[in-house]
């Protein structure tokens, strides 16, 4: 008897359990909307995470059977995956007051919440808003200088690797490269994985992106009440746990560092940001670029706290490094494999930049068969190709498809970037076909 009770209320708790979760697989169902049929533990997303093939193949299988829009389950999640440009156009721009969150974070993985990739509605905007002037033309420009000191190492490493014949890994190579430009540029910390990998706040950055998305914020999503238990286990067993501690702890040094030198003339991301959390308005008057960014209405109504400022520098370390390293090493990649464009290109730099002066940032805008060889290897290579996402904030009802409330929109690059109804002859690395696109 003393065991029948907790028996009938477990047996009710399972049946409540599976009736709920059979309910949500029904979302697309009721919608009329096409997709994959959900498993029944973890919707769909054991297909895409963990067949061992890229997240992007499986897309481009679903869209071939399923059509334009179609949806599938993150765990439970309905995710309606949106192909149609008018319809993206619409929901990311023009009805972005009615889209205008990303999915709320599925494992509250400090700091990734508190960051412009986490946050959500007023704060968002407010944080966004703060950040902005952080890459105004002006801060763009005085960011060249480092970044021509540390180009100048790739390059006299690519040139000592071929006076010795050897060959040079440029994945790596413009991996490290990028890493010590944000470094330099957003937190201005001494970047040098260059000269040595080994560097801790690297090695913790790199562990950190490759193993991400692993087991326990798999089951974190599949098993949303659970998720906070998936969390704890992230942050002490997993070793991208582990190396976003160690990257939080560096960065609680720099800041403090920051706070002990307080009159720095390094205007950067991180200065914005304690700025920011100072509160009030600064009228620094050691140079008219310090004052451009106190000039923001904003600085003085934002109170943002030291978890929050060093949240942000990390999603500005974490998100500008791998994404702008695979950029670059894609495109030498390109150029290494299309020597005619490669001429092309140098014939570009000839004409507008003499052998005796080097290339400053004003410059770059005159180079625009550079700006389309970028445009066209990021088009083929997207360095992100999953991660624009919306999530719903009411019911929204266009000609061809209701979106209820909560519903999550993804836009997947990859195969919008290689739909030959958009680019002809998609596979083909063409820079040119963007003097004949309309829209560019
Ligand atoms: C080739 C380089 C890059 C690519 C392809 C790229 C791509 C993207 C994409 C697709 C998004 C999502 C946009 C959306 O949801 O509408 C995004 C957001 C973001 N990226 Fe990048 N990114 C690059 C470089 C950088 C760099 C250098 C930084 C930092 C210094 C950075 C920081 C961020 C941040 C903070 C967000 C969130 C912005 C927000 O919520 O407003 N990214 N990026």
Redesign the pocket.
Known sequence: MFLFLPIVFLLLCTLQWIVDRKRRFRHFEKLRIPGPKPNFFFGNLWELRRSGVAEFYIFERWKRSYGDIFGYYSGTRPVLVVTNLDLIRQI?IKDFNKFHD?PKVPVNVEPVSK???G?RGQR?TTI?RL?APAFSNHKLQSMSVPVKDKVQILLDTAEEHATNGESLDFATATECL?FDV?CE??LALPGNSQKDQTDPLFQASRTFLEQGKNMFTFFAIVFPPLANIFAFLNRHFASSGLSTCQIIKSLRGVLEERRQQPRTRRVD?LQVLVWGAEKRRRTLTESSTDSEWCNDDNTDKVDLSDDEIIA?AW???L???D??A??TAFTIYLLAKYPHVQEKLLQELKEHIPLSTRVGYQQLRDLQYLTRIIRES?RLY???ES????EAACDVNYPDVKIPQGTLIQ?P?WIIHRNPEIWPQPEHFDPDRYFTLASF
């Open positions: 990311l990303r960051t412009l990739v946050l968002w966004r950040l990028s944000i540029c957003a991301v942000n999603v500005f370390l998100g500008g490094f994404t702008t695979h950029a990021m997207p360095p992100v991660f624009v996402m919306r836009v690059l």
